[in-house]
């Protein structure tokens, strides 16, 4: 079982950046495949970034490229997922979420959610 809590969300002015992070709990973080997912009012959950369990394969929706980083601290349990350049249409709730092994595909944790708001 792992339990993930996320933080770090906010309110910021577009164009603006932000740091979320997520702390997860157990002792094999590192067995974990760890990714970050949005949801925005009346939409659907999609995808924003993922990371394998060493940092050596990292994808983002095509969306975020260039924008977002994700990355991880094993030492810490926690992995991080740094925005910049927000736009409006970034708002939404930010998941954490966890998957056994090298892959997010089908991820089998969930953390209970940040709220992003971009706005001026």
């Known amino acids: 079982q792992v339990q993930l809590v996320e933080s770090g969300g906010g309110l910021v002015q577009p164009g603006g950046s932000l740091r979320l992070s997520c702390a997860a709990s157990?002792?094999?973080?590192?067995?974990?495949?760890m990714g970050w997912f949005r949801q925005a009012p009346g939409k659907e959950r999609e995808f924003v970034a993922a990371?394998?369990?060493?940092?050596?394969?990292?994808y983002y929706a095509d969306s975020v490229k260039g924008r977002f980083t994700i990355s991880r601290d094993n030492a810490k349990n926690t992995v991080y997922l740094q925005m910049n350049s927000l736009k409006p249409e970034d708002t939404a709730v930010y998941y954490c979420?966890?998957?056994?092994?090298?892959?997010?595909?089908?991820?089998?944790?969930w953390g209970q959610g940040t709220q992003v708001t971009v706005s001026s």
């Open positions: 157990g002792r094999t973080f590192s067995s974990y495949a």
């Open positions: 979420a966890a998957q056994y092994g090298s892959l997010m595909s089908t991820p089998q944790y």
């Open positions: 990371i394998n369990w060493s940092g050596s394969s990292i």
